[in-house]
Structure formats: structure tokens, C-alpha cells
């Protein structure tokens, strides 16, 4: 292993360019490879061209880029709602499809959310009940995504890849609001091929980037990597624009073989940032 692999992320990119575009700079720019995040305005797993996935398949080949491919954020394996699980079934096996032919090692997911607690809110304001105990319905949610993980894990393992599932404690009736929740669920499908992606900046405005890490160290094979200041909120900063400490996680990074995904928000000037981002993360890497 010559060193941490840092990758870029379309996500990041797409304000200014395409997929295809994002994944040349990062070949050109020397990054180990790109995670390519669905999503209707960049890649859709249901309407992404077959031209398309070659070029980017014929990038990789030649350029010695690397593929990651991450589920786009509406999927809900948590959901009740049995147009959604179609609907989000058949995304997912064009997912598999999509990583499988870009020799993406995973398919990264959400945990999912609980749909019943939406229901029981209007404009956010909650409805004072007794017809419905909210336990009861974050429980049920989280059996169902229990067992929409294993069918979906199924499909990952039988295309010899991993599922991973990201730390999202930040998002409202997460179906895993805490990292020990998480490892809950993961530990309750009784695989040992689902495994973790954690999000750095998640971390930090949930329990803390140190304590996350800790629960979830055992099964994380893919590392989203964004800065943080302000309690309780996603912002995806560039690295050292925050002020998430790294330092427990330098050790654990600088031997790790799997991504390590600058997914940063800075839509004014992205390509900058994400440049920046590397040095940094190379830079505390260094000095650990």
C-alpha cells in the first residue's frame, strides 16, 4: 500500500461540471479515485446513459482512477410505503449494476427514515396523541430497514461487493438517530458484508467525531471526510475550515485501505477547496 486513498466527490464538483469532467480533474489532479453520489441533476442510476458509464469506465481503466458509488439520498429502506420499496428496490439494483460495472468495491445507503413520525407532524408543529406511540412506530421502521439491508445485501455480495451504511444522526426521524443505533441495526442483520461509512462531519454534531468513531471502528470500510463548527448542522465544510479535531482518527486513517472521500460543500469555487482539503487531510496525516 503506497498511502491513504483520497478521493474527490462529485457532489462537490457538479456545480461547475459534469460527471465525466469530474472524474478526468481527478485523474488529472492525481486523486486515487471519485465517489459518484446520485442524484437527478448529475447521475441518475435509472437514466445515466450506457455512453456515459463507459467513458467513465474507460477513464478509470486508463487513468488508474478508482469508483465509488453512493445511493442517492431519498431512499428510505426504513419505508412502509410499498410503491416506495418497489420504486426504491429497483434504484438500488441499478446501483449494483452501475458500481458493479465501474469495479466500485461498494454501494453506499442511508440508514433511513421514519415515515410514521413525519405523519404525525404538520408544518413540523407535532399532533398531541394518544392513537399512536412513537417508540412503537421508530421500532417498526427499524425492523423494516433491518430486513431491506439483508435483501439488499444480498444483491451487493452477489456482485462481490459491500453495502455500507452512513452515520446520519443529523437528519430529522433518522431511523438511526445515534452510531450505537446504527451498529444496533447492523449487528441485528447478523452480516458480516454490511459495513459502515462514516461520516466525519455527522460525527462531530452528533455524539462527537472521537465517540462515533469508537462504536462504529470495527466495521467502517469507507470514510466521508467534511468539517464542522456549528452544533446540530450538516455543513460539509472544507477540512480545516471547521473545528472537528481529526487527531483521533489520523492513526486509524493513515493505515486505512478503503476511500477517503472529500465530500465538502463550497459551490463558489469547489475545484479550490477540494485541493485544499487533500493538503490539509495530507498534512495532519503527516504529522500523526
Known amino acids: 500500500m503506497s498511502g491513504p486513498r483520497i478521493f474527490t466527490c462529485n457532489w462537490t464538483l457538479f456545480p461547475i461540471m459534469d460527471t465525466v469532467a469530474a472524474a478526468r480533474l481527478s485523474a488529472r489532479e ?58 426504491d428496490d429497483e434504484i438500488f439494483k441499478r446501483l449494483v449494476d452501475l458500481a458493479r ?8 445507503i442511508h440508514p433511513g427514515v421514519v415515515e410514521g413520525l413525519f405523519g404525525l407532524e404538520r408544518k413540523g408543529v407535532p399532533f398531541a396523541t394518544e392513537r399512536f406511540d412513537r417508540d412503537r412506530l421508530a421500532r417498526d421502521a427499524r425492523k423494516r430497514a433491518v430486513e431491506t439491508y439483508v435483501r439488499w445485501a444480498d444483491l451487493t455480495v452477489e456482485a462481490g461487493l459491500f453495502l455500507t451504511i452512513e452515520n446520519e444522526v443529523h437528519v430529522h426521524h ?24 462514516l461520516d466525519t462531519g455527522h460525527a462531530f454534531i452528533g ?58 460543500y463550497a459551490p463558489d469555487r469547489p475545484v479550490e477547496a477540494t485541493l485544499e482539503s487533500r493538503d490539509h487531510l495530507k498534512g495532519i496525516l503527516a504529522a500523526a
Open 30 to 87: 492525481g486523486f486515487a479515485g471519485i465517489e459518484l453520489e446520485c442524484d437527478p441533476l448529475g447521475l441518475w442510476p435509472t437514466t445515466v446513459a450506457a455512453a456515459t458509464v463507459a467513458e467513465l469506465a474507460a477513464i478509470g481503466r486508463a487513468e488508474g482512477l478508482a469508483y465509488t458509488v453512493h445511493a442517492p439520498d431519498d431512499l428510505n429502506p426504513a419505508t412502509a410505503l410499498p410503491d416506495q420499496r418497489t420504486r
Open 101 to 108: 460495472r465501474l469495479e466500485s468495491p461498494v454501494v453506499g
Open 174 to 197: 433518522s431511523a438511526a438517530p445515534t452510531a450505537e443505533i446504527l451498529a444496533d441495526l447492523i449487528e441485528a442483520t447478523g452480516r458480516d458484508d454490511i459495513k459502515v461509512n
Open 207 to 264: 455524539a462527537g467525531l472521537a465517540e462515533e468513531f469508537a462504536v462504529l471502528r470495527d466495521r467502517i470500510v469507507h470514510i466521508h471526510l467534511n468539517d464542522g463548527r456549528t452544533p446540530g448542522v450538516s455543513e460539509h465544510l472544507p477540512l480545516g475550515a471547521g473545528v472537528a479535531d481529526f487527531a483521533p482518527l489520523t492513526s486509524f486513517m493513515n493505515d486505512f485501505e478503503g476511500a477517503l472521500v472529500l465530500e465538502i
